[in-house]
């Protein structure tokens, strides 16, 4: 019976971190199609008004990096409005979804 408890803890607890990751790419799908698709492309495949790198190349850590100086201001541009409504999680949504993207 402990063996079992235990097999259904395992695969309640793995299936619960797979829903998870799910909801976290459907939250930064949702937010990159908002507020950034229509500078960087559908896919991040365009350079922002030729001045960004094109996104879907970056890695999750470099896309946070740039996200969180848009939004302190340390980076100037016409995104920053869109990015300084992004907290923390959301940042690693998007970051973590334009990695499916990856050509």
Do not use: P, W
Not at 44 to 65: C, F, H, M, P
Not at 81 to 88: C, D, I, T, V
């Amino acid at each position: 019976m402990k063996k079992l408890s235990l097999t259904l803890f395992v695969t309640l607890l793995t299936t619960i971190s797979y829903a998870h990751a799910d909801s976290n790419l459907d939250r930064g799908k949702r937010l990159f199609s908002q507020g950034c698709a229509l500078c960087h492309g559908k896919q991040g495949e365009k350079s922002a008004l030729n001045q960004s790198a094109i996104i879907n190349t970056l890695s999750v850590d470099e896309i946070i990096t740039a996200l969180q100086k848009r939004k302190s201001g340390e980076i100037v541009g016409a995104g920053n409005a869109a990015k300084s409504r992004l907290n923390e999680d959301d940042m690693k949504a998007v970051a973590e979804y334009l990695q499916t993207l990856k050509n």
